[in-house]
């Protein structure tokens, strides 16, 4: 994203560009779940209509008829079985379940490795997953984990590509709103108030010192 701001700046050739921080920061949103949840590499800043960043926004934006459905699905979940309406377009469905589907047959077959939510599926299909509670860890400085009672017990479950489908569309559209809007609120406050822009730098250098290009869940904490 930065990279793309400075190629953009650089060709309109003016001392400053005009942004529209919430279309930025949802393509933004888009391109990390893509690769958090998807385990896809997606440019949603230089490819701007590129088939999974239209097919989530339309996956996300809920319209009337939308909002009556998802109203329906948990009020009546058997109504809408009944009826065999969906919540979602068959165009976005299927376009999620193909890539669902296909990067778990090709991590299969190359036994690939990547610590996203595909890789968490993979691993609850074959009944790995355990469930965890997490404790302060007052000497470790950060909150750390436990299996639970509720991860020793055997459970049985037979995961279809639907369900796993569907827990990775459920993952992008709970983020993607969410992520999109909470940082264009960020970025608002950040170009209001000069002095937190100086403070986040600050902290940001201290840092880079402590922790050198090493970024990872202690350090950002």
């Not at 701001?5 to 779940?33: F, H």
């Not at 997606?42 to 490819?47: A, K, N, R, T």
């Not at 009944?82 to 991590?107: C, H, W, Y």
Request: aromatic share 10%.
């Amino acid at each position: 994203m930065i990279l793309n701001l400075k190629k953009e700046m650089k060709e309109s050739g003016a001392p400053q560009l005009d942004l529209e921080t919430k279309d930025l920061m949802t393509r933004y949103a888009c391109d990390v779940i893509a690769s958090c949840a998807f385990g896809l590499k997606v440019d949603s800043h230089s490819d701007k209509n590129n088939d999974f960043y239209t097919q989530g926004l339309n996956a996300s934006t809920f319209r009337f008829k939308q909002l009556m459905l998802f109203f329906i699905s948990t009020s009546f979940p058997w109504l809408m079985n009944m009826l065999k309406l969906k919540l979602f377009g068959v165009e976005a469905q299927q376009f999620f379940r193909n890539i669902v589907v296909s990067t778990m047959q090709e991590r299969e077959k190359h036994n690939i490795i990547r610590p996203d939510m595909i890789h968490i599926l993979m691993e609850a299909k074959k009944g790995k997953v355990s469930h965890k509670e997490k404790t302060e860890d007052d000497d470790a400085g950060f909150a750390t984990v436990k299996e639970s009672a509720v991860g020793k017990k055997k459970v049985t479950r037979a995961w279809t590509e639907d369900d796993l489908t569907a827990q990775a569309v459920l993952f992008f559209i709970a983020g993607f709103e969410t992520v999109a809007s909470s940082m264009t609120f960020l970025l608002y406050e950040l170009a209001v108030n000069p002095d937190v822009q100086e403070k986040l730098v600050q902290e940001i250098r201290e840092t880079e010192e402590k922790y050198g290009e090493k970024f990872d869940f202690n350090s950002i904490q």
